[in-house]
């Protein structure tokens, strides 16, 4: 990783970066997952829980048995030590769940993956000052999913991370006599090219127990770095990144008619974007959920997470949803307290809405 470091420097210096180009310190922020309310009130469990009203994340061949075509929009309010979230909603997470014939479904998933909200200091090339870095990432998920019998179903597909950044930067000379101008103002964009990976699911359902898995490949992209300097000036670069590769798997079981209970293992490889390393790591999940005759879920869940984004973090989850029409539509919200480090903590509010239609007759 050194090494490519130092190859993106040279690059990027040859290409004319006065000052040089400095990458955010958060590398691209805290992250999130894409996988609805219902997930997130559970502690994150959706790798081994059948849904039919929401694309999961962790496996999409958990909705294989929806009958419906079902879309869902939901949207997080946080409040956290984190500039980057605090006080801000995230980027809509919107799901689509198309069942056609042949025992076939289309699933569509997009959702919020990191935010950036950061200022740095400057100090380089002889030269001091600020940059203020604005933006985030993203990550999609498009593919199909077939059930093989009534009790098994596959999922394949593609998962897209992609993202932008903007840093607005004022930097002065720290000695005058040199030939640069003693006051610098310009503005970096940073773009990650879409980049997909194949993703595998497959899942299995019956009526006492039911268990899932899933696996994204590594995503490799391109990284363009353009800056414009006040006045007609610019400069570029290219070079390549790469997302490491996920596994989820989980397992759920109702040991009582209208409660289920879950449990999740996530696990990820280190991962390397913008000088910045997020560690290698993995998250243990588990989550209830209660649902009532009047169509009403009472849900609770607790994650553990060992490395990643937030190592030694724990988050306990809560929620309800209710389901309007025998399931044409329904309301859910879920909120979460996150703690982490020695002094570290997150509270999440979580709510989306669904409609669905039986498109199909069935």
């Not at 593919?143 to 930067?169: P, Q």
Request: overall charge negative; hydrophobic content about 35%.
């Amino acid at each position: 990783m050194i090494i490519l470091n130092f190859l993106l420097a040279s690059l990027i210096s040859v290409s004319g970066f006065v000052p040089e180009f400095q990458p955010p310190s958060c590398g691209i922020g805290s992250e999130t997952f894409s996988g609805g309310v219902r997930a997130f009130s559970m502690g994150g469990i959706s790798a081994g829980v059948p849904d039919s009203n929401m694309v999961s994340g962790a496996n999409p061949a958990a909705s294989a048995w929806a009958v419906n075509t079902g879309f869902s929009w939901g949207t997080k309010v946080r409040d956290t030590q984190d500039a980057a979230w605090s006080g801000a909603a995230a980027f809509p997470e919107v799901s689509m769940t198309i069942p056609i014939p042949l025992g076939l479904q289309f699933s569509a998933l997009l959702g919020n993956r990191s935010r950036i909200n950061q200022t740095d200091t400057i100090l380089t090339s002889g030269r001091s000052g600020t940059i203020r870095w604005t933006g985030g990432s993203g990550e999609s998920y498009i593919g199909i999913t077939s059930r093989v019998s009534d009790h098994l179903a596959f999922s394949l597909g593609g998962k897209c991370f992609f993202g932008s950044a903007m840093g607005d930067a004022v930097t002065a000379v720290d000695s005058v006599g040199t030939v640069v101008p003693i006051s610098t103002m310009y503005r970096d964009d940073i773009s990650f090219s879409p980049s997909w990976g194949p993703t595998f699911g497959a899942f299995l359902n019956t009526e006492y127990l039911s268990a899932g898995f899933s696996i994204v490949t590594d995503r490799s992209g391109e990284l363009e770095v353009h800056r414009d300097y006040m006045g007609n000036s610019t400069a570029e670069a290219t070079s390549h990144y790469s997302v490491p590769g996920e596994l989820a798997a989980g397992v759920s079981t109702q040991i009582y008619p209208g409660l289920t209970i879950g449990f999740d293992y996530f696990a990820r490889k280190e991962m390397n974007l913008l000088s910045s390393t997020t560690d290698e790591g993995s998250y243990m999940a588990s989550g209830l959920e209660f649902t009532t005759d009047p169509g009403f879920c009472l849900r609770a869940g607790y994650r553990a997470m060992e490395g990643l984004w937030r190592d030694g973090a724990s988050r306990y989850s809560g929620g309800l949803g209710y389901v309007i029409s025998g399931g044409k539509a329904s309301f859910d919200i879920g909120a979460s307290y996150e703690t982490w480090g020695s002094d570290e903590s997150e509270t999440v509010v979580y709510a989306s809405i669904r409609a669905s239609e039986n498109w199909l007759g069935r």
